[in-house]
T-cell receptor, first 115, second 111 residues
Framework: ETGVTQSPTHLIKTRGQQVTLRCSSQSGHNTVSWYQQALGQGPQFIFQYYREEENGRGNFPPRFSGLQFPNYSSELNVNALELDDSALYLC??????????????FGEGSWLTVV | QKEVEQNSGPLSVPEGAIASLNCTYSDRGSQSFFWYRQYSGKSPELIMFIYSNGDKEDGRFTAQLNKASQYVSLLIRDSQPSDSATYLCAVTGSNTGKLIFGQGTTLQVKP
């Protein structure tokens, strides 16, 4: 039990549609990151938010966007879905000032299938 | 060159044997090193982290770090069928919190 919950767990979308994935972190976890894991690959860093501001981004196009809210919840939004967006999307949170290693907690992920 | 490289496997070992999983990384500034276990259809679960050169042991698991060679490994002693999973190596830079993962090594432990 990591205290990080994600929803929905599975969803199917059509190419061109938009999707919003949600994550709820533990109280005090001011940093949240999102990762995309395609089948057979390791997770790829999408972006990171700290106190509601984006403070790091991976090699993903602008149609991937996010929000972080004061209640330690966050969202990942993907516009104009493409078939290659089909993946497991992982939310990870950590407390501010925590040792950056052992205190990164992953949620169970959201499986997105784009058809 | 990938930032973090792992042999995708599968690595097959008999039950009770030692499984050795290896990982190399390209950024000499990397400071923190992690091993995650991922069962099929599940999210990654942190099993070991190491920051300093040398060995770190936790139960049946030993992580080894050699920063000069940019190499990190995970040894699993007395391997069990329940250890069968994909093992992901990940590194972070200086206090960024961004994890850079390898593609993972699939371990199969045969009874």
């Amino acid at each position: 039990e990591t205290g990080v919950t994600q929803s929905p767990t599975h969803l199917i979308k059509t190419r061109g549609q938009q999707v919003t994935l949600r994550c709820s972190s533990q109280s005090g976890h001011n940093t949240v990151s999102w990762y995309q894991q395609a089948l057979g690959q390791g997770p790829q860093f999408i972006f990171q938010y700290y106190r509601e501001e984006e403070n790091g981004r991976g090699n993903f196009p602008p149609r991937f966007s996010g929000l972080q809210f004061p209640n330690y919840s966050s969202e990942l939004n993907v516009n104009a879905l493409e078939l290659d967006d089909s993946a497991l999307y992982l939310c990870a949170s950590r407390p501010t000032g925590g040792n950056s290693g052992n205190t990164i907690y992953f949620g169970e992920g959201s499986w997105l299938t784009v058809v | 060159q990938k930032e973090v490289e792992q042999n995708s496997g599968p690595l097959s070992v008999p039950e009770g044997a030692i499984a050795s999983l290896n990982c190399t990384y390209s950024d000499r500034g990397s400071q923190s090193f992690f091993w995650y276990r991922q069962y099929s259809g599940k999210s990654p679960e942190l099993i070991m982290f190491i920051y300093s050169n040398g060995d770190k042991e936790d139960g049946r698991f030993t992580a080894q770090l050699n920063k000069a060679s940019q190499y990190v490994s995970l040894l699993i002693r007395d391997s069990q069928p329940s250890d069968s999973a994909t093992y992901l190596c990940a590194v972070t830079g200086s206090n960024t919190g961004k994890l850079i993962f390898g593609q993972g090594t699939t371990l199969q432990v045969k009874p």
